[in-house]
């Protein structure tokens, strides 16, 4: 996949040596890495929540629909007859907002908006997993729900949070949660579903098996979906998937009648 549809990089692999080797990790307090293209002269954040505390606000970009698997899905023999508009490929869109407060760059939020566009199962996760590992992450995780297009992208976009961060003066005081709030829930009103994975981001989320840092990486991460329970109103996902993080919460307009996530993946419609 090309650096223009996924301009992020989390580093997971360059991580692993030093979350094997060392018995606990030190926490972070500043910027998370992602955060360096941010920092590009010129970039510009057109867009606004406006004030929703008196000097808080939330300032953004967000790019166009980029499609995902148009290369990847000549991979699909029975497609290849077919013109490349009509090969299975799905549309996912970036945003990339600031907390400012009083002026000042005090947090950042980055989201990704997943538009399904009519995919079977296997063709999704075939998508997804063609990207990197965390896109791949994420299929996996909304395959647990049965049909995942009829079950979530039937009800509109999928909201992926991917990363949330702010000065730790702010956390007492609720200001980046009000505004986190006020940011996403006007999106979520239109969209079918959020999912998000909670983790302590120095350690990138993911522990390699047998690290020194297995056991204070469990005790943060249930410490963070916790936090997120409280603060998002997400809830955990059922069985191993949601023991690694994974929460979700539906749209407000859908809570009666969105079906919930299964404890084991369906990596086809037959599972």
């Known amino acids: 996949m090309s650096d223009n549809v996924f301009p992020f990089d989390n580093g997971w692999w360059r991580l692993d040596k030093v979350l094997t080797a060392r018995r606990r990790l030190k926490r972070r307090y500043g910027a998370p890495d992602w955060l360096e293209n941010e920092f590009a002269e010129g970039t510009a ?46 549309k996912v869109r970036f945003t990339v907002g600031w907390l400012y407060v009083g002026g000042e760059r005090l947090g950042c939020v980055r989201l990704e908006e997943y538009d399904l566009l009519n995919l079977y199962n296997a063709e999704f996760y075939d998508l997804m997993d063609e990207v990197d590992s965390e896109t791949e992450e994420l299929a996996v995780a909304l395959l647990h729900w049965p049909y995942v297009q009829m079950d979530v992208g039937d009800y509109g976009n999928v909201i992926h949070l991917s990363s949330v961060w702010q000065v730790p003066s702010l956390a007492k005081r609720r200001v980046g949660e009000i505004a986190l709030l006020s940011f996403i829930m006007p999106k979520l009103e239109k969209a079918s579903i959020l999912i998000l994975k ?30 997120a329970e409280r603060r998002l109103g997400v809830m955990r996902m059922p069985g191993d998937i949601g023991e690694e993080g994974w929460m979700w919460r539906p749209s407000p307009r859908l809570k009666a009648i969105m079906a919930m996530p299964t404890r084991e993946p369906h990596l086809s419609e037959d599972d």
């Open 198 to 227: 909670a983790f302590p981001y120095e350690y990138a989320g993911r522990v390699p098996a047998g690290a020194k840092t297995a056991i204070g990486f469990g005790r943060r991460r249930q410490a963070m979906m916790r936090m």
């Open 45 to 90: 954040y057109p867009f606004t929540t406006g004030e929703v505390l008196p000097g808080c606000e939330i300032r953004f970009r967000r790019t166009g629909w980029r499609k995902v698997g148009y290369e990847q899905s000549l991979l699909f023999e029975k497609y290849k007859d077919e013109e490349p508009e009509n090969r299975p490929h799905l």
